[in-house]
């Protein structure tokens, strides 16, 4: 025979179980959306790319060798109000279609929040091989006085909460077109894609 108290007991006990449980998955949810909150609230947005002033000089271009100097200004600008940037390594490239003309080792430099900083690039191409379609196509838009490249900007960056700072990260900058006019400096601004 059943003891008659067991049976009532057992209910008991197991609504107990119940509110032990939703107690647990209430205090999940809550320390999860409190973590979600910080994460977001410290998650930096990202930099704001852009060029500006570009322009080519000496650009001479035969039999598939280029020679030429590549100016620009990279305005950069860290929105965050609280979270500072460190550059630690910065590459700068200027393609024409797939091939790289030109490269330069940029300075590593420190990004204050909510800060615009300017990049003064002088980057040189000296007797670079070209593809013979390359050749061809850039010294048709250079005879048009009007050429068309792609910038790119590859950094490892830190971020700074304060005092603490994070691990590195890898920041990808692509500009494209960037318009360089033969002679004299263009004043259109090209906005950049970043990624982290
Ligand atoms: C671009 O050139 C103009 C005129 O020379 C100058 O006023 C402006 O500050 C330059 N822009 C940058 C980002 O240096
Ligand atoms: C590039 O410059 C070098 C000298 O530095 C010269 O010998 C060569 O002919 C030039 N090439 C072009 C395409 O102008
Ligand atoms: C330019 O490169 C070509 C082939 O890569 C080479 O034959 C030539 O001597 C180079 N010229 C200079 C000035 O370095």
């Known amino acids: 025979?059943?003891?008659?108290?067991?049976?009532?007991?057992?209910?008991?006990q197991s609504k107990l179980v119940r509110t032990i449980c939703m107690v647990l998955i209430a205090l999940i949810v809550l320390i999860g959306l409190t973590v979600l909150i910080i994460w977001?609230?410290?998650?930096?947005?990202?930099?704001?790319?852009?060029?500006?002033?570009?322009?080519?000089?000496n650009l001479n271009i035969a039999n598939n060798h280029l020679n030429g100097t590549f100016n620009f200004v990279i305005r950069a600008f860290n929105p965050n109000s609280r979270v500072s940037i460190y550059y630690d390594k910065v590459e700068v490239y200027v393609f024409y279609d797939k091939d790289k003309l030109a490269?330069?080792?940029?300075?590593?430099?420190?990004?204050?929040?909510?800060?615009?900083?300017?990049?003064?690039?002088k980057l040189v191409a000296q007797n670079v091989t070209l593809t013979g379609k390359v050749a061809k196509d850039l010294g048709l838009e250079k005879a048009a006085g009007n050429v068309e490249l792609d910038v790119q900007m590859k950094a490892k960056v830190r971020f700074k909460y304060g005092s603490w700072k994070t691990g590195h990260r890898r920041l990808r900058v692509f500009c494209s077109p960037v318009f360089v006019q033969s002679s004299k400096k263009n004043s259109q601004t090209t906005d950049c894609h970043v990624s982290l």
Do not use: C, V, W
């Open 103 to 121: 490269a330069s080792a940029g300075q590593p430099f420190f990004q204050p929040h909510r800060n615009e900083n300017h990049l003064d690039e």
């Open 1 to 12: 025979m059943a003891n008659p108290r067991a049976l009532t007991a057992q209910p008991r």
């Open 40 to 57: 977001l609230s410290l998650k930096p947005k990202k930099p704001r790319y852009s060029i500006e002033n570009a322009s080519i000089s």
